[in-house]
């Protein structure tokens, strides 16, 4: 991340997202796959480490091997097989996106972190050891189990996330890059997939 | 593309390309700042002493410390802002540290800022 100023001279915090170019692998359709959608390459993969059966689908498409593939349903891009769809065809400065990815793993955590309770909040008044733990996590007798859903301290993030309307401040297509207003989910260099807003 | 490489690239681009009076830590400085009133604008003079600079490229930032009526003020300001008009740079301080935070709690002679003689060519 980093921050631009824009003309009105406000800071704007933002990322930077290289975005593209993509290649048109496969295009989905209603007779042969009950629906219609694009589906697109990203990055290079190396020839060794592709598996003849996806070899052979890249040979279709009459591309190298690629890195990601993602499908886009209902995508309405005018593009057939093997065509590059570069940040210029999709996205326009002023543009509303919503990225998806996969956030940053932060390991097991407690309930405060993972759940924002509130802790105890005091150190004295009979508190031992107790600062961040979760409380009652039920009632007696009766229900005389703790509820399903109950939450507690455990894994944290890793999970797939949708950030939404994040705006375009600029579009480099020359170095295929996007600059979006904001944060995104996932670590620097982690992949990621970006909406369009309609 | 290495992700340093698009960062320089952003900031080139937006780069204001202005130039200002070379200053440092202890240097008494006065910031002429762009203030937006509506459609009006009117810039504001904030005189005071650098404190500190912080960061590297377009999101350095220096601030500018000064009493007003008493009460010490603070006023953090982005290099690359375009509401910056102007920067007069008007002593030059002589100071053994790059953040002078002991300014805050510094009372008296304490608080005051030597300063620095500049070598002339004669």
Not at chain 1, 70 to 96: N, P, W, Y
């Amino acid at each position: 991340m980093t921050s631009v100023f824009t003309e009105d001279g406000n800071q704007v915090a933002c990322t930077l997202i290289e975005a593209g170019p993509c290649v048109v692998t496969q295009v989905k359709n209603e007779e042969a796959d009950g629906y219609y959608a694009l589906q697109l390459g990203f990055g290079e993969a190396k020839p060794k480490n592709t598996s003849q059966q996806m070899a052979g689908h890249f040979e279709k498409a009459g591309t190298s091997p690629k890195r990601k593939l993602i499908e886009f349903r209902d995508c309405d891009l005018d593009k057939s097989i093997g065509d590059t769809v570069t940040v210029e065809d999709v996205f326009a400065e002023g543009d509303i996106v919503h990225a998806i990815g996969k956030t940053k793993g932060k390991g097991f955590q407690g309930v405060v972190k993972r759940y924002n309770f509130r802790g105890v909040g005091d150190a004295t008044h009979g508190q031992h050891n107790r600062q961040r733990a979760p409380g009652s996590i039920g009632q007696a007798s009766y229900p005389a189990q703790v509820r399903k859903g109950m939450r507690m301290g455990g894994r944290m993030g890793g999970t797939r996330v949708k950030v939404k309307n994040l705006k375009i401040v600029k579009v480099y297509p020359e170095k295929n890059l996007l600059v979006v207003s904001g944060a995104i989910p996932g670590h620097k260099g982690s992949t990621i997939i970006i909406e369009k807003k309609y | 593309m290495n992700a340093q490489d698009a960062i320089n690239f952003v900031h080139e681009q937006f780069n204001s390309k202005k130039e200002y009076p070379a200053f440092r830590p202890g240097d008494n400085i006065a910031v002429s700042y762009k203030i937006i009133e509506g459609s009006k604008v009117r810039i504001q003079v904030f005189r005071g002493d650098v404190i500190q600079i912080n960061g590297e490229g377009a999101t350095k930032t220096f601030t500018v410390r000064k009493k007003s009526n008493g009460v010490g003020v603070e006023r953090i300001f982005p290099y690359a802002s375009p509401n910056i008009d102007e920067i007069k740079v008007l002593k030059f301080g002589k100071v053994r540290r790059a953040k002078l935070y002991y300014l805050r709690n510094a009372i008296g002679k304490k608080g005051r800022i030597k300063e620095r003689k500049l070598f002339t060519a004669n």
